[in-house]
């Protein structure tokens, strides 16, 4: 039923007049009506028999692809969130598991965007960061859990984290994935080719790890670890600045403090 006051108040802001709107259900095969099919002013020639056919035809069509789109939408969403989970996965000991995923999460997207990605590349380093370390479900609880500094034997195994990581994320043909793949085997390379698994040096190195690698390692240092107190803000900014050109690339390092508002307030509010 036509709603008056409602039409004409739209057609106020808009400049435009409603005489008739004839309005047709959407309803889908299965999921009955969903909506409605709207054509303002139809012509009176419109108002036919095969038009109408048309137009109800058309009104089924919309209403599959509304729905198929919700189901696409649905599914991608089951996708996300089961990424996100095989991230809790492999910190599960740790207290702040999921608060730190959720940090560096945010952080390498507001990198990411201060250095130019696009809309879709920031989605998807949001989503691909949360893996980094997935290969620490592969890594001994002692070594893990240790209160104190590795010895050798244990600092070999614990580097073995990225390899595994990229073992578990390797053979998808999905972007995120591969992002992940890149960024769980990278993100402990240095920018001056000390880092490990491969010694990569500069721009050898995937720029979505040089990324994750300075939001990794500021909080990291920011938050308690079974190994080390929290920083104070301070001393880590200090760390992050005079690691630039060394262990971080230089233009990363230079969005972060770009950003660094951002990324003080995505600290407190997952904290």
Known sequence: MLNRTAVTCIDKK??????????????????????TLEIINPMDEFVHELNLGIAKSFSVMSAVS???MRLQESLKNAYLETLLRLGYAAEYKDED?????RRIRSISKIIGRELGFSIEDQENIFHASAMHDVGKVGTPDAILGKPGKLDTDEWSEMKLHSNKGAHILSGSDTEILKLSEQI??????????????????????????????????????VNERPYKKAWPF???????????GK?????????FFNCLDEIVNIQEEYN
């Open 234 to 244: 301070q001393d880590a900014l200090d760390l992050i600045k005079n690691e630039k």
């Open 184 to 221: 769980a085997l990278h993100h402990h390379e240095k920018w001056d080719g000390s880092g490990y698994p491969d010694g990569l040096k500069g721009e050898y190195i995937p720029l979505a790890a040089r990324v994750v690698a300075v939001a990794d390692v500021f909080d990291a240092l």
């Open 14 to 35: 808009s400049g435009f007049y409603t005489k008739s709107i004839l309005a047709i259900p959407l309803r889908h095969p299965t999921e009955g009506t969903i909506g």
């Open 247 to 255: 262990h971080f690339d230089p233009e990363v390092v230079d969005a």
């Open 66 to 68: 509304i729905v198929n």
């Open 97 to 101: 598991t999921f608060l730190h995923i």
